[in-house]
């Protein structure tokens, strides 16, 4: 399931999803049970569904975030994970690790291909610079004090920088407390605002990945595809100081004992079963126009599929034959190529369903309601207007921020963008910086910048940045940066990379420090071209901020009047997703439609037939010999007479739902969501229960390998499994 990875390419206005408050909700009756992603204070207004579908925990559990079992729930700052045992263990995804295990990995040390697992906790290796565990604490509403100050009649811009402000004293509050990560989330597009506290942990080892033969069996082509056989599963470890506090990698830290850690489960799952999930689901769009939807289905998504095919075909080319840059290169190329298939899956499914029209005839429908009575229309009726026109203005916008986004795929070229940025924002107190700027984010981005030892080369790079300039030449020239062109024409390709020292990481980090003159007077290309490109840079943050301050005050108001409308027909409009904590709930069940069939499950037996002995199906021998001999061990399903690997379910989740949790109905950890149906993926847009089915790997599956392929005791100990 694609994270938010990839996603520097989107606006803010694009990322900016319209998404939901409990307290607007509290009187509305629950939608359909497959349908959303739930925040922990709505559980009580659904929890009469909950028990009708099979929950069988008190569903009150589920509205504490603070306790059991989803304080055992945690954030990875882009894939979802759990804590597994009392000693700080965490369970994601294989590709939510991937990252980590391509840091550690060289020629001669490849680890991508044969997996990772320390016989030890002195052999767990710190993951790659950046890589956080985020532990839930609170969330909490704050509406009230993010909306202070705010008047009908302010300038985009004045309403953005309004909200901002709300957002950092907020932050800053939140923050004096130690090692906490703290965020401002808007719900139906800032109608009501959450809190999000999270307890930060710094020190995130790599603890075990299977070889990607059995991580990513299938690799892209059965990505987002039924069947699947796909082991996507990898350990982190939290580490903490000996006194319980966060803190950065040292090797006398020891293992963080989380308040809550989930139990595995000793019975397995059987079809029509009653399974939740929780985690942090990215960014859904199931609340915006019809028009937007429009332009996003017939252009918008259109480009997008062929700036990532171009982008991920030069990868492939550049690394062709070099084995350090194509391990260099995987993880960015992975990602590339799995928001690709997303998006068309999602242009597939949006015809499929019928998106246009269906959007078109929800819209028509609720502003007639508006439209029907006197007082609906002052309320609502002008925000709506205001909406439309905003709405068009920024789709205009969009392509020309997509092309730009492909040069910062030139790292070096971004390095300097960033370092120059914060000589500039260290110019003002921190409150005042942009968020992203400010002295808390220091320690990430010194991270951010360090991880391109590992992932640069500059042949590689610069093949990257030529193909990024071809998209650049697209945009009108009107719309294009004239000082960046002539800076890069003075300069040329060949001396941007032979005079430039930002290569080497040590003197790449300096320029942190560096005050704004200093990059100003500099000699190193990549530093000239982020300062001829500032005022532009400045030009269009300003021109997207005072659309998005204009894009709150009419989308706010316009989803206040679709709450009223839904409970007005006495349903309830869950969450689209933002990023913060949520559950969602479904059932075990296959698929049957005209001429085809899925049953829930798949088994060892799918991964034999599969296999090819060649990429991406040569699943290890040592694996085959265990299926061949049917040695199943206690992990073999009853029912099936063999043992379970992936099954799907109805649940409702999106991209940041990697690495989720899946539990049963007792609350016991039963594998993993990974994945989606490539048809089901236009449930971003709008929810179908007939075709949208999520993808899980089963815990039987997880614990059969570890014990039977890679010997992995000491974890099944740990976890209370042996």
């Given at each position: 399931?694609?994270?938010?990875?990839?996603?520097?390419?989107?606006?803010?206005?694009?990322?900016?999803?319209?998404?939901?408050?409990?307290?607007?909700?509290?009187?509305?009756?629950?939608?359909?049970?497959?349908?959303?992603?739930?925040l922990p204070s709505q559980a009580p207004s659904i929890a009469a569904d909950l028990r009708k579908e099979g929950i069988q925990i008190d569903p009150a559990l589920l509205a504490n975030p603070k306790a059991a079992p989803l304080n055992a729930i945690a954030s990875l700052g882009g894939c979802s994970a759990s804590f597994v045992s009392p000693e700080g263990l965490v369970v994601t995804n294989h590709h939510c690790v991937y990252g980590s295990v391509q840091y550690n990995s060289k020629p001669g040390q490849d680890y991508l291909t044969d997996g990772f697992l320390a016989p030890s906790l002195a052999d767990e290796v710190p993951g790659a610079p950046g890589t956080r565990i985020f532990v839930i604490e609170d969330l909490r509403d704050v509406t009230s004090a993010m909306t202070r100050g705010l008047t009908d009649r302010m300038s985009g811009l004045a309403r953005y920088e309004r909200i901002e402000a709300n957002r950092k004293a907020l932050i800053a509050e939140c923050e004096k407390q130690a090692s906490r990560r703290c965020d401002v989330r808007a719900y139906y597009g800032g109608a009501t605002y959450f809190l999000q506290q999270q307890l930060e942990i710094k020190?995130?080892?790599?603890?075990?990945?299977?070889?990607?033969?059995?991580?990513?069996?299938?690799?892209?082509?059965?990505?987002?595809?039924?069947?699947?056989?796909?082991?996507?599963?990898?350990?982190?470890?939290?580490?903490?100081?000996?006194?319980?506090?966060?803190?950065?990698?040292?090797?006398?830290?020891?293992?963080?004992?989380?308040?809550?850690?989930?139990?595995?489960?000793?019975?397995?799952?059987?079809?029509?079963?009653?399974?939740?999930?929780?985690?942090?689901?990215?960014?859904?769009?199931?609340?915006?126009?019809?028009?937007?939807?429009?332009?996003?289905?017939?252009?918008?998504?259109?480009?997008?599929?062929?700036?990532?095919?171009?982008?991920?075909?030069?990868?492939?080319?550049?690394?062709?034959?070099?084995?350090?840059?194509?391990?260099?290169?995987?993880?960015?190329?992975?990602?590339?190529?799995?928001?690709?298939?997303?998006?068309?899956?999602?242009?597939?499914?949006?015809?499929?369903?019928?998106?246009?029209?269906?959007?078109?005839?929800?819209?028509?429908?609720?502003?007639?309601?508006?439209?029907?009575?006197?007082?609906?229309?002052?309320?609502?009726?002008?925000?709506?207007?205001?909406?439309?026109?905003?709405?068009?203005?920024?789709?205009?916008?969009?392509?020309?921020?997509?092309?730009?986004?492909?040069?910062?795929?030139?790292?070096?070229?971004?390095?300097?963008?960033?370092?120059?940025?914060?000589?500039?924002?260290?110019?003002?107190?921190?409150?005042?910086?942009?968020?992203?700027?400010?002295?808390?984010?220091?320690?990430?981005?010194?991270?951010?910048?360090?991880?391109?030892?590992?992932?640069?080369?500059?042949?590689?790079?610069?093949?990257?940045?030529?193909?990024?300039?071809?998209?650049?030449?697209?945009?009108?020239?009107?719309?294009?940066?004239?000082?960046?062109?002539?800076?890069?024409?003075?300069?040329?390709?060949?001396?941007?990379?032979?005079?430039?020292?930002?290569?080497?990481?040590?003197?790449?980090?300096?320029?942190?420090?560096?005050?704004?003159?200093?990059?100003?007077?500099?000699?190193?290309?990549?530093?000239?071209?982020?300062?001829?490109?500032?005022?532009?840079?400045?030009?269009?943050?300003?021109?997207?901020?005072?659309?998005?301050?204009?894009?709150?005050?009419?989308?706010?108001?316009?989803?206040?009047?679709?709450?009223?409308?839904?409970?007005?027909?006495?349903?309830?409009?869950?969450?689209?997703?933002?990023?913060?904590?949520?559950?969602?709930?479904?059932?075990?069940?296959?698929?049957?439609?005209?001429?085809?069939?899925?049953?829930?499950?798949?088994?060892?037996?799918?991964?034999?037939?599969?296999?090819?002995?060649?990429?991406?199906?040569?699943?290890?021998?040592?694996?085959?010999?265990?299926?061949?001999?049917?040695?199943?061990?206690?992990?073999?399903?009853?029912?099936?007479?063999?043992?379970?690997?992936?099954?799907?379910?109805?649940?409702?989740?999106?991209?940041?739902?990697?690495?989720?949790?899946?539990?049963?109905?007792?609350?016991?950890?039963?594998?993993?969501?990974?994945?989606?149906?490539?048809?089901?993926?236009?449930?971003?847009?709008?929810?179908?229960?007939?075709?949208?089915?999520?993808?899980?790997?089963?815990?039987?599956?997880?614990?059969?390998?570890?014990?039977?392929?890679?010997?992995?005791?000491?974890?099944?100990?740990?976890?209370?499994?042996?």
């Amino acid at each position: 399931m694609p994270d938010i990875l990839f996603s520097s390419h989107f606006s803010r206005r694009r990322l900016m999803a319209a998404l939901s408050a409990a307290t607007m909700l509290g009187t509305a009756a629950p939608a359909i049970a497959a349908e959303g992603m739930w925040l922990p204070s709505q559980a009580p207004s659904i929890a009469a569904d909950l028990r009708k579908e099979g929950i069988q925990i008190d569903p009150a559990l589920l509205a504490n975030p603070k306790a059991a079992p989803l304080n055992a729930i945690a954030s990875l700052g882009g894939c979802s994970a759990s804590f597994v045992s009392p000693e700080g263990l965490v369970v994601t995804n294989h590709h939510c690790v991937y990252g980590s295990v391509q840091y550690n990995s060289k020629p001669g040390q490849d680890y991508l291909t044969d997996g990772f697992l320390a016989p030890s906790l002195a052999d767990e290796v710190p993951g790659a610079p950046g890589t956080r565990i985020f532990v839930i604490e609170d969330l909490r509403d704050v509406t009230s004090a993010m909306t202070r100050g705010l008047t009908d009649r302010m300038s985009g811009l004045a309403r953005y920088e309004r909200i901002e402000a709300n957002r950092k004293a907020l932050i800053a509050e939140c923050e004096k407390q130690a090692s906490r990560r703290c965020d401002v989330r808007a719900y139906y597009g800032g109608a009501t605002y959450f809190l999000q506290q999270q307890l930060e942990i710094k020190d995130v080892r790599l603890v075990y990945a299977p070889a990607s033969a059995i991580g990513n069996y299938g690799g892209e082509v059965d990505n987002w595809q039924w069947p699947r056989h796909t082991g996507d599963w990898g350990f982190y470890r939290a580490y903490v100081a000996k006194d319980g506090s966060s803190a950065p990698y040292s090797k006398d830290n020891v293992p963080y004992r989380p308040k809550s850690f989930l139990k595995i489960a000793k019975q397995g799952l059987n079809d029509g079963d009653f399974v939740m999930v929780a985690g942090f689901p990215g960014v859904t769009y199931r609340h915006r126009t019809a028009e937007e939807a429009k332009f996003n289905f017939e252009t918008y998504f259109p480009a997008f599929q062929k700036f990532l095919s171009d982008y991920s075909d030069t990868i492939v080319r550049a690394t062709a034959g070099d084995r350090g840059a194509t391990i260099k290169y995987a993880s960015a190329l992975r990602s590339a190529d799995n928001y690709k298939k997303n998006t068309a899956g999602q242009l597939a499914g949006a015809e499929a369903i019928g998106l246009a029209g269906r959007k078109a005839a929800e819209e028509q429908a609720y502003r007639a309601w508006i439209a029907a009575d006197p007082a609906r229309q002052a309320d609502y009726g002008a925000a709506a207007a205001a909406l439309d026109r905003i709405v068009a203005e920024a789709n205009a916008q969009e392509l020309v921020d997509l092309r730009k986004s492909a040069l910062n795929r030139a790292q070096l070229l971004l390095a300097a963008r960033t370092a120059y940025r914060w000589a500039k924002e260290r110019e003002k107190p921190d409150a005042g910086r942009d968020a992203g700027y400010q002295d808390r984010d220091r320690a990430q981005t010194v991270e951010r910048l360090t991880q391109i030892e590992r992932r640069f080369d500059p042949r590689v790079d610069r093949i990257i940045l030529e193909q990024a300039l071809g998209e650049y030449a697209l945009i009108p020239a009107d719309k294009r940066d004239a000082a960046f062109e002539a800076k890069l024409k003075e300069i040329g390709l060949d001396r941007l990379y032979a005079d430039s020292k930002l290569g080497d990481t040590a003197t790449r980090l300096a320029w942190l420090d560096k005050p704004a003159a200093a990059f100003e007077a500099s000699d190193d290309p990549f530093i000239r071209l982020a300062v001829a490109m500032w005022p532009g840079d400045v030009a269009a943050r300003n021109a997207a901020r005072d659309l998005e301050g204009r894009d709150q005050q009419a989308r706010a108001e316009y989803m206040k009047g679709m709450l009223a409308y839904a409970e007005s027909q006495g349903r309830a409009i869950a969450p689209d997703a933002n990023g913060s904590l949520r559950f969602t709930y479904g059932k075990v069940t296959g698929k049957a439609r005209d001429g085809m069939s899925w049953s829930p499950f798949t088994t060892l037996q799918g991964i034999v037939e599969k296999d090819t002995g060649r990429e991406p199906f040569n699943a290890p021998a040592k694996q085959l010999a265990a299926i061949k001999a049917k040695d199943y061990g206690s992990y073999a399903a009853p029912a099936l007479g063999t043992v379970p690997v992936n099954y799907l379910s109805t649940v409702d989740t999106t991209g940041g739902n990697s690495g989720s949790a899946t539990l049963n109905a007792q609350g016991e950890f039963v594998g993993l969501l990974f994945d989606g149906t490539i048809e089901g993926v236009i449930s971003n847009w709008a929810f179908d229960p007939v075709i949208t089915r999520s993808i899980h790997v089963d815990s039987r599956y997880m614990l059969w390998n570890m014990e039977k392929v890679d010997g992995a005791d000491r974890l099944l100990t740990e976890m209370g499994v042996k």
